[in-house]
């Protein structure tokens, strides 16, 4: 544990304040992590991570402790970069800035007092620190949705190649007997994530050419979405033969961790193949750097002997300098603490009047109240909603609903239509922007809406949805995070909603027919819509 001694006493000092800055600035960040991001099965290897950061940093010691500090203004950069992104993520209500925040804060630290030598030798073990953050939600959602798209088109495939009548819709597989849903837990993206980790670790450990070690990584995607279409095509056949006891219960459990097994021992195999199906490279390196290692760490404290006493070695211990650098960024993150924690940008606007209020007849229009269920009430993290379904005197409906958030704190903003909708089947065919004619309704006498068509199987939908936002009307996710932020900062609040319409295309209808019976519902339900959401 000689390495030990090149870290001074002063520096642990020094080292200590740091976590404690970082961890009271980050706190929210980091326990939405532990409490939230890492319950979710998708993301649950997430807490063995940092204990694998830790073992790569440890792997590293003896080259690190060789190498000079080189304390410099560099990583004060990223420093500067990350109290950006946290004053957004903070205002905006968006953890995947804090997260971004974060993980240069500690690069930025770490490039400021060691330097760039040292930086160099840790960069694959703040490469897998950054992959115990999940995807932003709108990347998660798209990706899940293809890959869940994908195994079962290849989940099917295998099906019908075994000679089982199998036919899907959406990402639902008709069995005949029964149909089967290929819902998030059946994605490829559960196990896609944690086995590109995987890869990663294999590939360092890999003691090959580069072009190696990217197939090992770059096989990873292939292999999760083909032995997760062999799981579901497996659970067709479990459940034409034993029924749902055995396709839902013990294999669909049991045939995840089984599919990771498999996976890892191709990964394994396919490493063996790209070594000519020799010994493994990994070993044959480790053995070689145990012969050579003494004569290497000799050589590298003569190359370095030099350049070390003049960055303060003296008798084999390194001086961590208390310069100007620790200073600067120590009160950079006291004062990013006191500006979070002090003031309070983002205050709770109660609507106007509450929805349960909201009149069952508009116009021409009557409508019957529909209540969603209490657990997607809480997924969505909303503060009030309505949903009614319209009938107008011909019978064509119309279905309507606004939720609305009082704050879109960090984990608490809106859930697009775009992201929750494709489902059961559904898929969008056209999505856009369009402008809405509404005379005396806006003063502009135009409104910008967002239009969507979506089809599963012979049924067709027209959607329209925006986001009214504190006077504004927006109709893109990037507008409603640059505006929550502007608003939060200038004018303490980021309340807002989202107001969804739909409307079925009957059977000898037009599409043109649809947009003009929403166009029509629009300028009758805008106005009283306006009654009930806060002022400007």
């Excluded at 697009?416 to 369009?434: D, I, Q």
Aim: aromatic share 14%; with cysteine.
């Amino acid at each position: 544990m000689n390495w030990l001694n090149t870290i001074t006493p002063r520096a642990w000092i020094q080292g200590t304040i740091y976590a404690l800055l970082l961890f009271a600035v980050y706190f929210d960040a980091i326990m939405n992590l532990i409490q939230r991001d890492w319950l979710r099965e998708d993301y649950s290897y997430g807490y063995l991570i940092p204990f694998v950061v830790l073992y790569l940093i440890w792997d590293k010691r003896e080259r690190v402790s060789t190498l000079p500090s080189c304390p410099g203004w560099a990583g004060f950069v990223l420093v500067a970069v990350a109290c950006c992104l946290f004053s957004i993520g903070e205002l905006g209500g968006e953890y995947l800035s804090l997260y971004i925040s974060l993980w240069l804060m500690i690069t930025g630290l770490l490039w400021l007092h060691l330097g760039w030598g040292k930086l160099k030798e840790l960069a694959f073990a703040l490469i897998m620190l950054a992959t115990m953050f999940p995807l932003p939600n709108f990347l998660y959602t798209k990706v899940s949705w293809q890959l869940k798209l994908l195994s079962s088109q290849l989940g099917v495939a295998m099906m019908q190649a075994a000679g089982m009548s199998a036919f899907r819709e959406g990402n639902v597989i008709d069995l005949g007997f029964t149909q089967l849903q290929v819902v998030d837990a059946c994605s490829g993206l559960r196990y896609l994530i944690p086995l590109i980790v995987l890869g990663l670790l294999l590939a360092y450990f890999f003691k090959a050419p580069f072009w190696k070690r990217a197939v090992v990584v770059a096989a990873t995607v292939p292999l999760s979405i083909i032995t997760n279409s062999l799981r579901i095509a497996m659970t067709g056949f479990l459940y034409e033969r034993w029924g749902a006891a055995v396709a839902e219960g013990f294999f669909h459990g049991f045939s995840g961790w089984f599919i990771f097994l498999v996976s890892l021992a191709v990964l394994l195999l396919l490493m063996w193949a790209l070594n000519g199906f020799k010994g493994s490279e990994v070993r044959g390196q480790r053995a070689e750097d145990g012969d050579r290692g003494e004569v290497r760490r000799r050589t590298s404290d003569i190359e370095h002997r030099t350049t070390n006493e003049r960055n303060g070695v003296v008798k084999g211990r390194e001086k961590w300098r208390v310069g100007p650098q620790f200073w600067v960024a120590a009160l950079l993150l006291a004062a990013t603490l006191a500006f979070s924690h002090g003031i309070e940008f983002r205050e709770k606007i109660p609507i106007a009047r509450p929805f349960g209020q909201f009149p069952m007849q508009v116009g021409e229009w009557k409508g019957s109240r529909e209540l969603m269920e209490k657990r997607i009430i809480d997924a969505l993290d909303l503060s009030d909603y309505v949903m009614i379904s319209y009938k107008n005197p011909a019978g064509q409906h119309v279905n309507f609903y606004v939720a609305y958030y009082e704050s879109q704190r960090k984990g608490e903003s809106i859930h697009t239509p775009e992201t929750c909708l494709p489902g059961s089947g559904w898929l969008f065919t056209k999505a856009g922007r369009v402008d809405i004619p509404m005379p005396d309704v806006t003063p502009k006498g135009m409104m910008s809406v967002n239009r969507a068509l979506m089809h599963k199987g012979g049924q067709k939908q027209l959607v329209y949805y925006w986001f009214p936002q504190r006077g504004r009307i927006l109709t893109n996710a990037y507008e409603l995070k640059l505006y929550a932020f502007w608003d939060a900062l200038t004018r303490q609040r980021t309340d807002g909603a989202l107001v969804r319409l739909i409307t079925p295309l009957y059977d000898i209808e037009k599409p043109d027919q649809a947009e003009q019976r929403l166009k029509g519902f629009m300028r009758e339900i805008v106005p009283v819509l306006d009654g009930f959401l806060p002022e400007k």
